[in-house]
């Protein structure tokens, strides 16, 4: 289902984005549709990889090596 947005851009801004869309051979409305779905899969894909990075941040991986020795049995006091 699509639906109409009204926006307001000056006149300068306008101006190249037609040449932007003229370039890539599509229309300004398609031209601002696309940007507008690229930017909210970028926030999706960063929301995704924020959850997966703080959830192994709560789970570390194991990397090896044995649990290092205590500070009293390093040195004889």
């Not at 289902?1 to 051979?25: C, F, P």
């Not at 409305?29 to 940007?35: I, Y």
């Not at 194991?62 to 390093?74: A, D, F, M």
Request: no cysteine.
């Amino acid at each position: 289902m699509t639906r109409n947005l009204t926006i307001q851009l000056d006149e300068n801004t306008i101006k190249k984005a037609r040449i932007v869309a003229t370039r890539r051979s599509i229309s300004l409305s398609r031209l601002v549709s696309d940007e507008i779905s690229k930017a909210a899969e970028a926030e999706d894909y960063w929301l995704t990889a924020k959850r997966t990075a703080l959830s192994q941040l709560n789970n570390p991986f194991h990397l090896g090596g044995n649990k290092l020795p205590t500070r009293e049995s390093l040195y004889d006091r």
